[in-house]
């Protein structure tokens, strides 16, 4: 029988990875120009982990996390998200005792969820988290940084929204509100907004049942409620946004699928990847280090999916990355292939990053330069019997009209670091 990757688990095949670096290149790069540092979790967690971060009654929590015991009867999850792995980390490795913390992660995330185009059940994430920092100020640059990348990456059709959760006692009264809106309606309800009713009223908001939206419309909105505090903030952000210039939408039914947040919540969404359109989203979470056992700490954060951000640079006509050789090492016979495994490491020390291939199995000069042309590499240095005892080696651009040239051996390195100099490289 034919072996199978698992349903809504990818290979990303080299062609495809090639164009994964480059675009999470730019997003590296654009994440630490604001000062943001790396750290990397472990894929595994104690359940309750998630379970308390994320909320009980939340989709994840109740249908899609990958949860099993281990030998000793404990119970891990798969990571379903960064956010909480990111708080535990913290609070396990003392990061926000009298500190604060501005952070990044990238890597796969799992959910069992019903595999399409954008959703998968192996998806990988970009995360950004700033701790300890309590103004309007931090949650505008995490915005900003966004805005940014667009740039850098060449994406048009994003647009940014923005909503205010408010305070624990603002959500505390617009609970009661929707509590009291949907009871009454309650016969229209579906089965998931019965079910969160009582327990989580929010989440009603985040529907995606097509027969919900006309009742959500009409609810509450929870800028209604919000105290003088929350509201500052949130106008305090917006301030903020216009310095920038960056354009934004007020989305009142904007809550957002996790139960930690509060205050601020955004989502980039896009018009171009059909119903798949949020890109990056994220929010204020004041109260989840102290949630998970550790010191009041406020917070910020968003996510992003890579699969979604690279078929966006994609639709927009990125140029794909490219995991082709700057020189192919053309060499026929025992003697040649041992002066071009030489030059190759010289030219490898000579100029780090460029990307040299040799020929390996063998094969005739005929074979072996169809190979260096299918390889897309942009030099060809060819070496044979005859090359070697002249102590000489041929140099052919293969993506010119430039003429084969024959080089001194001592001279190639120079040779051929001025060809890629020339070329950028």
Request: aromatic share 10%; hydrophobic share 35%; net charge positive.
């Given at each position: 029988m034919k072996t199978k990757s698992i349903r809504g688990m990818n290979d990303i095949l080299p062609e495809a990875t090639a164009t994964w670096r480059h675009v999470e290149s730019i997003v590296c790069d654009v994440i630490e120009s604001y000062g943001y540092e790396q750290i990397r979790l472990p894929i595994l967690e104690h359940t309750e982990v998630f379970a308390r971060a994320i909320g009980e009654v939340t989709d994840i929590v109740e249908k899609e996390m990958y949860t099993f015991r281990d030998r000793n009867d404990?119970?891990?999850t798969m990571r379903p998200e960064a956010t909480a792995g990111m708080v535990r980390a913290?609070?396990?490795?003392?990061?926000?005792?009298?500190?604060r913390q501005k952070l990044w992660t990238l890597g796969p995330m799992f959910r069992y969820e019903k595999p399409?185009?954008?959703?998968?059940?192996?998806?990988?994430q970009f995360d950004v988290e700033?701790?300890?920092?309590p103004g309007p100020d931090v949650d505008a640059e995490l915005m900003i940084m966004c805005a940014r990348m667009w740039e850098r990456l060449g994406l048009k059709r994003l647009r940014l929204e923005i909503n205010t959760l408010g305070?624990?006692?603002t959500r505390s009264r617009y609970r009661e509100e929707l509590v009291s809106y949907f009871s009454v309606v309650k016969s229209q309800l579906d089965e998931d907004s019965i079910r969160r009713l009582k327990k989580n009223p929010l989440r009603i908001l985040d529907s995606k049942n097509p027969d919900m939206q006309t009742l959500i419309e009409a609810a509450p909105i929870m800028t209604d409620c919000l105290d003088d505090a929350s509201s500052a903030h949130f106008e305090g952000l917006k301030s903020h946004l216009d310095a920038a210039s960056v354009p934004y939408k007020v989305n009142p039914r904007l809550v957002r699928g996790l139960d930690y947040y509060n205050l601020t919540v955004f989502e980039w969404i896009t018009d171009a990847l059909g119903s798949q359109g949020a890109v990056c989203a994220g929010g204020r979470y004041d109260g989840l280090v102290e949630k998970l056992g550790g010191r009041q700490t406020p917070a910020i954060g968003w996510a992003m999916?890579?699969?979604?951000?690279?078929?966006?640079y994609e639709g927009s006509g990125g140029a794909p990355g490219t995991s082709a050789p700057d020189v192919y090492v053309v060499a026929v016979g025992d003697k040649a292939f041992s002066?071009?495994?030489s030059a190759a490491e010289k030219l490898r020390d000579r100029m780090p990053g460029i990307v040299v291939a040799l020929n390996l199995g063998g094969g005739s000069f005929k074979s072996q330069l169809k190979r260096a042309d299918k390889s897309g590499a942009a030099l060809a240095v060819i070496l044979g019997e005859d090359e070697v005892e002249r102590n000489e080696a041929g140099v052919k651009p293969l993506r010119s009209a430039e003429d084969q040239v024959s080089v001194a051996l001592d001279e190639l390195t120079d040779v051929l670091a001025g060809h890629l100099a020339r070329q950028g490289k």
């Open positions: 404990k119970s891990l913290g609070i396990t490795n003392g990061l926000f005792h009298n500190q399409q185009k954008g959703r998968y059940r192996q998806f990988h700033a701790m300890g920092y305070s624990p006692e999916g890579v699969e979604r951000l690279v078929a966006l002066a071009g495994l």
